[in-house]
């Protein structure tokens, strides 16, 4: 059970990545900067948790 978790809890956080990537690219092609910039950061806090939970160290098998 714990692994289903685990994986549906990165699905959940790799679709979280992607819509916060896109909405930072439409917001700053619309020059909404201040939107642009939070969107950025979403993303680059999701990217940083996901590679923390993917780590190769996390593994112990």
């Known amino acids: ?6 994986q549906y809890s990165r699905f959940g956080l790799r ?3 992607i819509a916060a990537s896109t909405v930072a690219l439409v917001e700053l092609l619309r ?7 939070g969107a950025s950061l979403a993303w680059f806090l ?3 948790v996901e ?5 190769p ?3 112990d098998s």
């Open 1 to 6: 059970m714990d692994h289903r978790l685990r």
């Open 15 to 17: 679709a979280l990545r």
């Open 31 to 37: 020059s909404d900067w201040v939107a642009g910039a």
């Open 46 to 48: 999701f990217v940083q």
């Open 51 to 55: 590679r923390r939970w993917t780590d």
């Open 57 to 59: 160290a996390d593994f």
